[in-house]
């Protein structure tokens, strides 16, 4: 993958993580900070709520539910909340016996303006003191303690030492959230890398694919053509004069045919266009059948094929893609046995596990070449594989039929000499 387009998909990755973590961090503090405030303030709302309810019991407010009631005496407060009363023109009114000192702070601090004009409980700065109001209305004829008629009031609580609390709460969860954010954009950078990896290692595998795909194609094409070609050189020659070049042509095409084939069945693979369908199976009939065939083609090439079943229960595996499997690591064992090799095949199960076995005393397979054994297009001896008519996609086939059975396939040395394809299936 080019770098431009590797750094542009990691920066969208890693904007895209950010946007989702400054999300949720944003619901999260809102959440927490909305809880934390409610609960906080709830003693200073009782308080609130319970001084009107006093008043509401007396008959003193407009929406009083005994409004029948005239001129009640208001009480000045209860343990928690100040009240401060105002008159129709929403002058203050204090009680005499306050202080003329204390009397023109009071005017000047709790001056009737809009930041009290509120029927729910509103947090208010007062100088260096906050408080928790409410905003209340009298009827008409209501007086204060020295008979002193008011028309307003605001209901207050001093909220101050809550508020410090609410704000040291503020720091501690910004500071959190700043620390758990900076932690984000580390992991984001880290994550988006991360998924880079994948999607690079698919990319190159699919172009590592194409470019051996191409190669394999051109290779039986340019054969044919040549061939062709060389045949209208000589339009009078008979077609016993050209049967080589002939069976040469058809050659190539029965392994360009091998090799669509192949190519169509591992790009079905990835797309989930192909199911297993398993059913039960008797694996002794159905591995004979199978063997057979390689049984007579060993005995002309002075070879040997031994098959051993110890399974006596039915299998759930989908015969068409086993079969498949079995002939391609049977062909493969064959391709790469001299004469007088044994090809052994053989089935069991072991803890609940259907294991096939195909092994060989041929040539082997170095350790390097165990780990791209099951890579597509790899093929350890390469002029040897146009000889046998390998096309290096056998193998990763039948790693797929393996997988998609849920199972698991695993090579190994056979002593003194040769590979054992192991094949593990659970039941």
Do not use: C
Request: glycine share 6%.
């Amino acid at each position: 993958m080019p770098k431009v387009i590797n750094k542009q998909q990691q920066i969208r990755g890693f904007l895209l993580l950010i946007a989702s973590f400054f999300v949720i961090f944003t619901v999260l503090g809102g959440v927490i900070y909305w809880s934390y405030t409610r609960t906080i303030f709830r003693n200073s709302d009782t308080a609130l709520t319970q001084q009107i309810k006093q008043f509401d019991l007396a008959g003193a407010l407009q929406n009083s539910s005994d409004s029948n009631r005239k001129a009640p005496l208001l009480l000045q407060s209860n343990m928690l909340a100040d009240v401060w009363v105002y008159d129709k023109d929403k002058k203050l009114v204090l009680d005499d016996r306050i202080p003329e000192s204390m009397q023109s702070l009071y005017k000047k601090q709790f001056k009737y303006t809009q930041q009290f004009v509120s029927y729910r409980p509103k947090t208010i700065a007062i100088g260096d003191n906050y408080y928790r109001g409410m905003r209340v209305a009298f009827v008409d004829g209501t007086r204060n303690n020295d008979g002193k008629p008011v028309k307003y009031g605001i209901i207050t609580v001093n909220v101050t030492d809550t508020m410090f609390n609410l704000n040291q709460f503020k720091k501690v969860l910004l500071w959190s959230f700043g620390t758990f954010g900076l932690l984000a954009l580390m992991v984001s950078y880290w994550i988006s890398l991360k998924n880079m990896k994948p999607i690079i290692r698919a990319w190159q595998q699919q172009q590592d694919f194409v470019n051996n795909a191409a190669h394999e194609l051109r290779t039986p094409m340019a054969v044919i053509q040549g061939k062709l070609e060389n045949m209208l050189t000589r339009p009078e020659s008979t077609v016993r004069e050209q049967s080589d070049a002939i069976i040469l042509s058809l050659s190539e095409v029965r392994r360009l045919t091998s090799l669509t084939d192949n190519m169509l069945t591992l790009a079905k693979s990835g797309s989930n266009m192909t199911r297993v369908e398993k059913e039960p199976t008797n694996i002794a009939d159905f591995l004979a059948t199978i063997v057979a065939p390689y049984q007579e083609m060993a005995e002309f090439e002075g070879k040997k094929v031994l098959l051993s079943t110890r399974v006596t229960q039915p299998v759930m595996i989908d015969q068409k893609r086993i079969h498949q499997l079995l002939v391609l690591l049977v062909d493969n064992a064959m391709k790469y046995s001299d004469a007088g090799a044994t090809v052994s095949i053989s089935a069991t199960i072991e803890k609940r596990k259907f294991i096939l076995s195909v092994a060989d005393t041929g040539r082997g397979i170095s350790d390097a070449a165990k780990k791209h054994v099951f890579d597509r297009f790899y093929r350890e001896d390469k002029t040897g594989s146009r000889e046998t008519g390998g096309t290096g996609l056998g193998l990763s086939i039948a790693e797929w039929i393996v997988q998609a059975h849920g199972g698991k396939i695993v090579i190994l040395d056979n002593h003194p000499q040769g590979t054992i394809f192991k094949t593990t299936l659970p039941l």
